[in-house]
C-alpha cells in the first residue's frame, strides 16, 4: 500500500476546518492583530476573526510551523483527521511534508483504535514498523511496508505465526530454514537454530525481497523472511487472540454492521467479511514445508 503525502496545503485545510487548540493558543486569536506580521484582523460584530483574517496564509503557515516542531501532538492531531478523512486502511502509512531522510517525518495510521502510531525505534534507531500491526495469521504480509520504510524491514509475526514456527523447529531440530505461507504466499524462512533457541516468543522477522541488492548481498528468488531475537517487552503491544478477544472483534463487527448497514444490506457485510477472512487463510507452516521440505531458498 503506498504510502499518503501529507502536504503544508493539506495540514493547513485541516487547521482551518478543526481550528485546533494549540492553534488558537498561539495565533492569539483574541487580539486585534495577527501576532505575526501584525496586521489588524478582521473584526465581525466585535469579535476578531481569527482564521479569516486578512492577514497572509503565511502567518498561519508560519504558526503552524512553529507548533509542528515544538508540540508534540501536534502533527498527530492533524495526521489523524487526514486519515479519518480520508477513510484510511489500518496500517496505512503517512508521510508529511519533504524531510524523507531514514524515516523522518514518518507516521502510521491505527484504524483499530483511531489513532497515529510512530515508527518503532527500538529495534532499529531510524523506525521500523510498530509492533501493533503484526504479519500472518490473517493480518498483514510481510512486504505491505517494503517501499515505505528506510533503512530497515523489520516486522513483528503474530503470536500464531510464532507458534507455528516454534512448531516446526521442535520436529526438525538443527534445520536452519523453513517455508511459511501467509495469506497465500509462500515465504522462505531462514534462522540460526541455536541463536533462536528459547527466543522464539519474542523474535522479529526481517524482509529480505524477492529481488534484493545491498552492497555484497544479493538475492533473486522467493521473498526471505529471516528471524532475529528480539525483546519480549517489544511485543506489549500485540494482543493475544483469547476468547475475550475474540468476542470483542465479534462484536466490533456487529457494532459497524448496525452502524453501516440495515436488512439484507447488513447481511451482506457480514458475509462480505467472512469470505475476506476465508480468502486470506492466515499463515500455515509445517504443511507448506513439509511439501516442499527438500526445496531450499537460494541466497
Known sequence: MPREQLD???ILKIV???QPKLVLEAYESDKAECPQCHAARKVVKGVPVMLKSFCTDNCLKD???DLIESEMGFIDEIAAEFAKQ???PNGQTIHYLNDDYRNN???FWDAQNQRIVYPFTEADDYGSVPPIFPVGDGYFNPTDWIDEVEHNSMVFP???LIREMKEFVAEYSGKKRMIVEINGEEYDVVYNDKAMKGRWDSCVLE???AVYSWGERHHKGNTILEVHPGDPTWRKDIVEETDDNIKAKNAALLGMVAKHAKGAES???VQAEINRANKMGGSRTRRSVRRRRNRTAKF
Open 86 to 88: 480520508n477513510d484510511l
Open 8 to 10: 503544508m496545503p493539506d
Open 105 to 107: 517525518n514518518l507516521l
Open 63 to 65: 504558526t503552524v510551523k
Open 207 to 209: 524482509v529480505i525481497p
Open 267 to 269: 447481511a451482506n457485510v
Open 16 to 18: 482551518r476546518k478543526i
Open 158 to 160: 503474530s503470536i500464531t
